[in-house]
T-cell receptor
Framework: LAKTTQPISMDSYEGQEVNITCSHN???????ITWYQQFPSQGPRFIIQ???TKVTNEVASLFIPADRKSSTLSLPRVSLSDTAVYYC???????????FGKGTRLHILP | EAGVAQSPRYKIIEKRQSVAFWCNPI?????LYWYQQILGQGPKLLIQ????????DSQLPKDRFSAERLKGVDSTLKIQPAKLEDSAVYLC??????????????FGPGTRLTVL
C-alpha cells in the first residue's frame, strides 16, 4: 500500500511558480512531511520539512492543510536547474517504515 | 563537513559474480541506510542500522544480499551471486538521529551497478 501519491511528471517554464501536491491520507499523528529533491546521477537531497500550516526556507515553501492529508511543495520562480525528481516522504500510522514513492519528475523548459 | 562517501562509483560485473559496496557516513551519524534505486523508480530501503545494530532489513533479499556495519561507522553491502535484476544505483545515507521517516537523511552519490 503506497503511503504517498504524487503526479508522475510535470512541465513548467522558467520564472514560473511550480506547485507539486502529495497525498498522504494515513499520515501518523506525530509525523512530519519531508520533501527531497534528486538530480540525475546524485542521491536525494533534503529540501524542506513541515508539520502543519506553512513552512518556508530559502529554497521552497511547504503548505499543509489542517487535516494534513496532503501537502504542496511550492517552488518560486523556477529555473532550468530545478529540473529534478521530487519525493515526499511521511511517517505512517503504526508503521515507521521509510518508503519513497516514485516521485514527481519536474521538467523546466526555457 | 564532509558528506557521505561511497565507493566505487561504478561497477560492471557478470551475473553470478560477487560485488561489494562501501559507505562512510557523515562523522557522528548513528543511523545508516542502504537503498536500491532502479532506473525510473524511487529509492527502495534495503537495510537500516543504528550504530552497529540492524533496525530493519525486511526488504533485503537475504539469500544474496548481506550488509554489515561492524564498528558502527563504515558499512559494506555485498551481493553474492548477482542477478541481472540487481542492476541499479545503490545509495547510502546517514542521519544524526534515529531511523524514522521524519529524520533528515544525507545521501551519498551512489554506486551504479550494471550486471551483464
Amino acid at each position: 500500500l503506497a503511503k504517498t501519491t504524487q503526479p508522475i511528471s510535470m512541465d513548467s517554464y522558467e520564472g514560473q511558480e511550480v506547485n507539486i501536491t502529495c497525498s498522504h491520507n494515513n499520515i501518523a499523528t506525530n509525523d512530519y512531511i519531508t520533501w527531497y529533491q534528486q538530480f540525475p546521477s546524485q542521491g536525494p537531497r533534503f529540501i524542506i520539512q513541515g508539520y502543519k500550516t506553512k513552512v518556508t526556507n530559502e529554497v521552497a515553501s511547504l503548505f499543509i492543510p489542517a487535516d494534513r492529508k496532503s501537502s504542496t511543495l511550492s517552488l518560486p520562480r523556477v529555473s532550468l536547474s530545478d529540473t529534478a525528481v521530487y519525493y515526499c516522504l511521511v511517517g505512517h500510522q503504526g508503521d515507521d517504515k521509510i518508503i519513497f514513492g516514485k516521485g514527481t519528475r519536474l521538467h523546466i523548459l526555457p | 563537513e564532509a558528506g557521505v562517501a561511497q565507493s566505487p562509483r561504478y561497477k560492471i560485473i557478470e551475473k553470478r559474480q560477487s560485488v561489494a559496496f562501501w559507505c562512510n557516513p557523515i562523522s557522528g551519524h548513528a543511523t545508516l541506510y542502504w537503498y536500491q534505486q532502479i532506473l525510473g523508480q524511487g529509492p527502495k530501503l534495503l537495510i537500516q542500522f543504528q550504530n552497529n545494530g540492524v533496525v530493519d532489513d525486511s526488504q533485503l533479499p537475504k539469500d544474496r544480499f548481506s550488509a554489515e556495519r561492524l564498528k558502527g561507522v563504515d558499512s559494506t553491502l555485498k551481493i553474492q551471486p548477482a542477478k541481472l535484476e540487481d542492476s541499479a544505483v545503490y545509495l547510502c545515507a546517514s542521519s544524526p538521529r534515529g531511523p524514522r521517516p521524519n529524520n533528515e537523511q544525507f545521501f551519498g552519490p551512489g554506486t551504479r551497478l550494471t550486471v551483464l
